[in-house]
């Protein structure tokens, strides 16, 4: 079944060209980052603007790399969130447009779980369940029992900032570009982890929960002095802010390590999935595998770490195979839908 992947939840526009939830022939992304940087973020219009610019052409070259035609294409997968309200409209409704035009079904999935398949792709014919997932991206931090691929119970999430938030901050409190992630990566690797005594918020009796806004103000507080603010200037040498960010990604790596850890030994886990744009980070990766346990561990392969469409297209097949009916037109996206 050749499914075709549509992407818009927040500032790229992707599509993608995948067969039996697994073989991607073609992985299609438009990034607007050039763009937003001049914002320091995301700025929610600007980016609607430009999926509609972009989602077209995006679709034309997903068709063209994999070597096929609009109507060999047997499904239309979309993100219906959680994202932007604006660009997801755009992605919904031209998932729509195109099935009605086609005469093909077509179905809204869910992007956090779309994260999380990203990291089975590889592995369908080998799945371990119960599994633990792990999703760390730039709007969700969550931890979750796995029981089946569309069968989920939550064990733990943010309580204020997402990981790839607190990077996205901490990068701007250091005068970076956004997204913060890769650069404070980059930075992080010449820099002293030990040096300064970061450490990641806890919840009371709630053992599986995070907490980065805290550990953020630390490191507002450290580069530019108590009390300040984000518009105070740095006080700290050009020299030390390899150490901060080395610091900070290091507590924020030990906390969610630590966590996903316990988590599934105390579930019962076989297996450990993880997603979302932070995943890409090598750190975090060699910073798990550091551990031994003997709990497989699986990444996202290269390209399906960050937003893409070969991982919608992908858990779309697996929806459809499940329900063999598509969604109606009457479909809503959706800012913000549990998992
Ligand atoms: O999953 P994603 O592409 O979009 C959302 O669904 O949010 O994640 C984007 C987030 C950003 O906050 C970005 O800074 C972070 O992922 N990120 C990283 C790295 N690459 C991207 N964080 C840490 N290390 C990285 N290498
Ligand atoms: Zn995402």
Redesign the pocket.
């Given at each position: 079944m050749l499914v075709l992947g549509i992407e818009s939840?927040?500032d790229?526009t992707a599509a993608a060209i995948v067969e039996d939830g697994y073989k991607i022939f073609s992985n299609e992304i438009a990034s607007q980052i050039d763009i937003h940087k001049k914002y320091g973020g995301v700025f929610p219009e600007l980016a609607s603007r430009i999926h509609i610019k972009n989602i077209i052409p995006i679709i034309d070259l997903s068709l063209k790399n994999a070597k096929i035609k609009k109507e060999d294409i047997d499904l239309i997968a979309v993100a219906k969130g959680p994202?932007l309200i604006g660009p997801l409209l755009i992605g919904v409704n031209v998932a729509k447009a195109l099935s009605i035009s086609l005469k093909k079904p077509f179905i809204g999935v869910n992007?956090i779980e779309a994260?999380i398949y990203a990291a089975m792709m590889e592995n369908l014919n080998n799945l371990k369940f119960p599994a633990l997932g792990l999703i760390i991206?730039?709007?969700?931090t969550i931890l979750t029992k796995i029981l089946d691929i569309g069968k989920y119970e939550k064990i733990g999430a943010t309580t204020d900032d997402?990981?790839?938030?607190s990077?996205?901050k901490v990068?701007k409190i250091l005068g970076l570009e956004y997204?913060?992630?890769?650069i404070?990566?980059k930075l992080a690797k010449q820099g002293d982890s030990n040096r300064y005594d970061f450490k990641a918020g806890k919840i009371k009796n709630r053992p599986f929960d995070f907490s980065f806004s805290g550990l953020k103000t630390k490191v507002l507080y450290t580069v530019k002095g108590q009390n300040s603010s984000m518009h105070n200037a740095i006080i700290i040498k050009k020299n030390d802010k390899k150490d901060i960010a080395a610091s900070f990604q290091r507590a924020v790596f030990e906390d969610i390590i630590k966590k996903s850890y316990i988590a599934a030994k105390n579930f019962n886990c076989k297996a450990i999935y993880i997603g979302?744009?932070?995943s890409?980070?090598?750190k975090?990766k060699d910073m798990f595998y550091e551990k031994k346990i003997n709990i497989p561990i699986f990444f996202p392969k290269k390209d399906l770490?960050?937003?893409n469409a070969a991982m919608i297209a992908g858990l779309g097949y697996q929806k459809f195979k499940k329900r063999i009916i598509g969604d109606l037109l009457s479909l809503h996206p959706l800012s913000s839908i549990p998992l």
């Open positions: 939840t927040c790229e994202g992007h994260h991206s730039g709007g969700h997402a990981i790839g938030e990077f996205d990068a997204p913060g992630g890769p404070i990566e979302g744009g932070v890409n980070n090598q975090l770490s960050l937003d």
